[in-house]
């Protein structure tokens, strides 16, 4: 897997991008239109829209508004919101006698031979339209459609796909489904025309936004500005729009976006009584939502799914599986680069891939299972600048230093995955931790040796950092926080949870079986200088750092902080060095209890280090410095091979000779043994960056 960067900054610090905007670029009109008609054939009368129809309550035909039902108290939610019964009295509906008032279930449908169901405009199935006018509206049906990537070892012969006649869209009939060919490799993929939905219920976006009114339109903003700049892979122009005209907009990528940004907004701040956003309702919704669209996935699946992931409290192993296996069937496990896609698209394609890939490799890393994404079947190029096109407004004032910094921080986020997916493979495997066991006394020696690419990785991935990435750009580290290097704390951690990752494999290959004293403190020392970096970073993380978006994976970044100090004491030789971790655990837990106050998710950290602390109880004490000394000190008796004396037959020579030295001579030929330059005196492979965070 390529590691390498290929992102370049402009003297600016920004990626060059176009100066349109990307509804005037890519014809938004034509998109927006096309959406409109998918939408409006999915969503019931009470979502389509406001007017005098039987579908809308009294109250909201005199305000005329939308209409949408709370069927938790079988009225819609802005009768519900005023505290005011819903009736249809003013309902143009046929009656005899008095009308009576009527309450109505959740989006109660009319059968589609009533009156209003004849006004709603006829919409026509996408898989038969005509050409479209636009190169774009033809590409968006494959954006909001559900869509199958065809493999090569279904029951469909690909080959045959190369003689079926296609039109002016590259697009054929295969039975009662259409293909499209989207690139000269023989990629085709396949549109879904019926989506089984069984008794799935419809959700409108206006119920999805009931939820958190009224603070919709200040979520929107706060997820563009808090979450979008570090994760990339929504269009926010395109978002904007679709969500201000209601058109093209799914209702799980807004309650994604809404259940993700809600920790962002305090209820409280505006007024005492205001009304509080329903979380676990949202929440509820939103997993339901992506469970059944999991079987016939989309673009915005993916996306919602990965926005969704990103909530520590719901991202699962389970999910995790899930979505991959949806990124397959849309073929984003494949190089798009030569693929008939305008270029917003396929930089698009390639930002979600490599979220989905950074996904499933800190999930296996965190659920301590097995990736879903090898290398083998992955083609995805590494990002470019032009897969930055249109992703950030280009009327914002911090335009310049907003595009820079959200591309950087996101492709050396991916750079740093590629590192910990080789660490995952090369270490925590059965395959590997089987391997190693069979070298035994060579053990801690073979893991050294493996470790040293991925050492020489981490360390010029740091080296190469831009400024624009530091803890603070004027190189006086944490002591002025702007918003953007507030963001780069994440990355940081990543980094950190890595190395750890990484010498946490090299300390438990330490026995007395496995490495000589010599040995042991070389690794050790390495260790005991990334645990003291890391547990510094943390005590020197201010508010705006801990406020600011952290992923799911992060919380158990800063349990494996602790984890690692637990492992140090455990395994110290000496009862003088277990005191000393003993000591920067209780600060380091100290620092977890008021960092929390700005980050909840601390808590997950906190716990998880208190319950190694209780397990700690049951590891035997260590023996003093002194103690371990006078024992190394006295003599050994070493058997040697029979040499030619006077003595008697069957006697045996015996040479005293002290174990610290055996141990330093043993241990200079386990060196020279590693065929240098692994370790030397002046450099070894545990040497890692001098970072002061």
Same mark, same amino acid.
């Given at each position: 897997?390529?590691?390498?960067?290929?992102?370049? /900054?402009?003297?600016?610090?920004?990626?060059?991008?176009?100066?349109?905007?990307?509804?005037?670029?890519?014809?938004?009109?034509?998109?927006?239109?096309?959406?409109?008609?998918?939408? /409006?054939?999915?969503?019931?009368?009470?979502?389509?829209?406001?007017?005098?129809?039987?579908?809308?309550?009294?109250?909201?035909?005199?305000?005329?508004?939308?209409?949408?039902?709370?069927?938790?108290?079988?009225?819609?939610?802005?009768?519900?919101?005023?505290?005011?019964?819903?009736?249809?009295?003013?309902?143009?509906?046929?009656?005899?006698?008095?009308?009576?008032?009527?309450?109505?279930?959740?989006?109660?449908?009319?059968?589609?031979?009533?009156?209003?169901? &004849?006004?709603?405009?006829?919409?026509?199935?996408?898989?038969?339209?005509?050409?479209?006018?636009?190169?774009?509206?033809?590409?968006?049906?494959?954006?909001?459609?559900?869509?199958?990537?065809?493999?090569?070892?279904?029951?469909?012969?690909?080959?045959?796909?190369?003689?079926?006649?296609?039109?002016?869209?590259?697009?054929?009939?295969?039975?009662?489904?259409?293909?499209?060919?989207?690139?000269?490799?023989?990629?085709?993929?396949?549109?879904?025309?019926?989506?089984?939905?069984? #008794?799935?219920?419809?959700?409108?976006?206006?119920?999805?936004?009931?939820?958190?009114?009224?603070?919709?339109?200040?979520?929107?903003?706060?997820?563009?500005?808090?979450?979008?700049?570090?994760?990339?892979?929504?269009?926010?122009?395109?978002?904007?729009?679709?969500?201000?005209?209601?058109?093209?907009?799914?209702?799980?990528?807004?309650?994604?976006?809404?259940? @993700?940004?809600?920790?962002?907004?305090?209820?409280?701040?505006?007024?005492?009584?205001?009304?509080?956003? #329903?979380?676990?309702?949202?929440?509820?919704?939103?997993?339901? @939502?992506?469970?059944?669209?999991?079987?016939?996935?989309?673009?915005?699946?993916?996306?919602?799914?990965?926005?969704?992931?990103?909530?520590?409290?719901?991202?699962?192993?389970?999910?995790?599986?899930?979505?991959?296996?949806?990124?397959?069937?849309?073929?984003?496990?494949?190089?798009?680069?030569?693929?008939?896609?305008?270029?917003?698209?396929?930089?698009?394609?390639?930002?979600?891939?490599? !979220?989905?890939?950074?996904?499933?490799?800190?999930?296996?890393?965190?659920?301590?299972?097995?990736?879903?994404?090898?290398?083998?079947?992955?083609?995805?190029? #590494?990002?470019?600048?032009?897969?930055?096109?249109?992703?950030?407004?280009?009327?914002?004032?911090?335009?310049?230093?907003?595009?820079?910094?959200?591309?950087?921080?996101?492709?050396?986020?991916?750079?740093?995955?590629?590192? @910990?997916?080789?660490?995952?493979?090369?270490?925590?495997?059965?395959?590997?931790?089987?391997?190693?066991?069979?070298?035994?006394?060579?053990?801690?020696?073979?893991?050294?040796?493996?470790?040293?690419?991925?050492?020489?990785?981490? &360390?010029?991935?740091?080296?190469?950092?831009?400024?624009?990435?530091?803890?603070?750009?004027?190189?006086?580290?944490?002591?002025?926080?702007?918003?953007?290097?507030?963001?780069?704390?994440?990355?940081?951690?990543?980094?950190?949870?890595?190395?750890?990752?990484?010498?946490?494999?090299?300390?438990?290959?330490?026995?007395?079986?496995?490495?000589?004293?010599?040995?042991?403190?070389?690794?050790?020392?390495?260790?005991?200088?990334?645990?003291?970096?890391?547990?510094?970073?943390?005590?020197?993380?201010?508010?705006?750092?801990?406020?600011?978006?952290?992923?799911?994976?992060?919380?158990?970044?800063?349990?494996?902080?602790?984890?690692?100090?637990?492992?140090?004491?455990?395994?110290?030789?000496?009862?003088?060095?277990?005191?000393?971790?003993?000591?920067?655990?209780?600060?380091?837990?100290?620092?977890?209890?008021?960092?929390?106050?700005?980050?909840?998710?601390?808590?997950? !950290?906190?716990?998880?280090?208190?319950?190694?602390?209780?397990?700690? &109880?049951?590891?035997?004490?260590?023996?003093?410095?002194?103690?371990?000394?006078?024992?190394?000190?006295?003599?050994?008796?070493?058997?040697?091979?029979?040499?030619?004396?006077?003595?008697?037959?069957?006697?045996?020579?015996?040479?005293?000779?002290?174990?610290?030295?055996?141990?330093?001579?043993? /241990?200079? /030929?386990?060196?020279?043994?590693?065929?240098?330059?692994?370790?030397?005196?002046?450099?070894?492979?545990?040497?890692?960056?001098?970072?002061?965070?």
């Amino acid at each position: 897997m390529a590691a390498a960067i290929a992102v370049q /900054s402009s003297p600016s610090g920004r990626p060059s991008a176009p100066a349109t905007s990307y509804q005037k670029a890519h014809g938004s009109d034509n998109l927006l239109r096309h959406h409109a008609q998918v939408s /409006s054939s999915t969503l019931p009368p009470s979502a389509r829209g406001t007017g005098q129809d039987t579908s809308s309550c009294d109250a909201c035909l005199r305000r005329k508004s939308r209409c949408a039902m709370n069927e938790m108290v079988n009225k819609c939610y802005s009768c519900e919101f005023h505290r005011q019964d819903c009736t249809f009295t003013l309902s143009s509906r046929p009656s005899t006698g008095d009308v009576q008032p009527k309450k109505r279930k959740l989006d109660e449908t009319l059968p589609e031979d009533t009156e209003s169901a &004849k006004r709603q405009p006829p919409v026509t199935p996408v898989s038969q339209t005509n050409a479209p006018q636009a190169n774009n509206d033809v590409t968006s049906k494959f954006w909001c459609q559900p869509i199958q990537h065809i493999g090569m070892t279904t029951e469909l012969e690909p080959t045959l796909l190369e003689h079926i006649p296609l039109d002016q869209n590259d697009e054929g009939v295969v039975s009662t489904s259409r293909v499209r060919k989207f690139g000269d490799d023989g990629t085709f993929v396949r549109v879904v025309n019926t989506v089984p939905v069984g #008794d799935t219920q419809v959700v409108s976006l206006d119920a999805i936004e009931s939820l958190v009114a009224p603070y919709g339109s200040t979520l929107i903003d706060k997820y563009f500005e808090r979450v979008h700049p570090g994760f990339p892979i929504l269009m926010e122009d395109s978002f904007r729009e679709s969500y201000r005209t209601r058109k093209g907009l799914s209702p799980l990528l807004l309650s994604a976006v809404f259940v @993700l940004t809600l920790k962002f907004v305090d209820p409280g701040s505006a007024s005492p009584t205001a009304r509080r956003p #329903d979380v676990s309702r949202l929440e509820s919704t939103a997993l339901k @939502l992506l469970t059944d669209s999991l079987p016939h996935p989309s673009m915005s699946t993916i996306q919602a799914g990965l926005l969704l992931m990103e909530k520590s409290s719901l991202a699962t192993g389970a999910l995790n599986a899930q979505l991959v296996t949806a990124g397959f069937e849309l073929g984003l496990h494949q190089d798009c680069s030569n693929w008939r896609l305008d270029t917003w698209e396929k930089g698009l394609r390639k930002r979600m891939a490599w !979220a989905l890939y950074m996904q499933d490799k800190w999930s296996a890393l965190v659920n301590g299972r097995p990736s879903h994404i090898f290398a083998f079947n992955w083609t995805v190029k #590494d990002l470019v600048e032009q897969d930055f096109t249109d992703v950030f407004p280009t009327d914002s004032e911090e335009d310049d230093t907003q595009v820079g910094h959200g591309a950087l921080l996101f492709s050396h986020m991916v750079a740093l995955t590629t590192i @910990l997916s080789d660490i995952l493979d090369r270490f925590y495997t059965l395959q590997a931790m089987e391997e190693f066991k069979s070298f035994g006394y060579n053990q801690t020696r073979m893991i050294l040796e493996r470790a040293k690419p991925a050492q020489i990785r981490l &360390k010029n991935w740091f080296a190469l950092l831009p400024p624009q990435l530091k803890m603070d750009s004027t190189g006086d580290l944490f002591q002025t926080t702007t918003e953007e290097t507030a963001r780069n704390g994440a990355l940081h951690l990543a980094y950190f949870a890595t190395e750890i990752t990484l010498h946490r494999c090299i300390v438990r290959s330490l026995t007395s079986k496995t490495a000589d004293a010599y040995l042991s403190h070389i690794c050790r020392s390495a260790a005991k200088t990334r645990l003291i970096s890391a547990m510094d970073f943390v005590n020197r993380l201010r508010p705006a750092h801990l406020r600011s978006f952290w992923p799911a994976s992060a919380r158990t970044n800063f349990s494996l902080i602790g984890s690692f100090g637990i492992l140090l004491r455990i395994t110290a030789p000496t009862r003088e060095e277990a005191e000393f971790y003993r000591i920067r655990l209780c600060e380091y837990r100290w620092t977890l209890s008021v960092s929390k106050k700005n980050a909840q998710f601390m808590d997950f !950290a906190l716990e998880s280090l208190d319950n190694s602390t209780n397990l700690d &109880k049951h590891v035997p004490d260590k023996p003093a410095i002194d103690d371990l000394m006078t024992s190394a000190a006295k003599p050994t008796i070493v058997h040697q091979p029979r040499m030619p004396t006077t003595a008697p037959p069957g006697d045996e020579v015996l040479e005293i000779e002290p174990l610290r030295d055996t141990g330093r001579a043993r /241990s200079s /030929s386990v060196i020279s043994g590693l065929a240098s330059p692994i370790m030397s005196d002046s450099e070894s492979v545990l040497d890692v960056p001098e970072v002061s965070h």
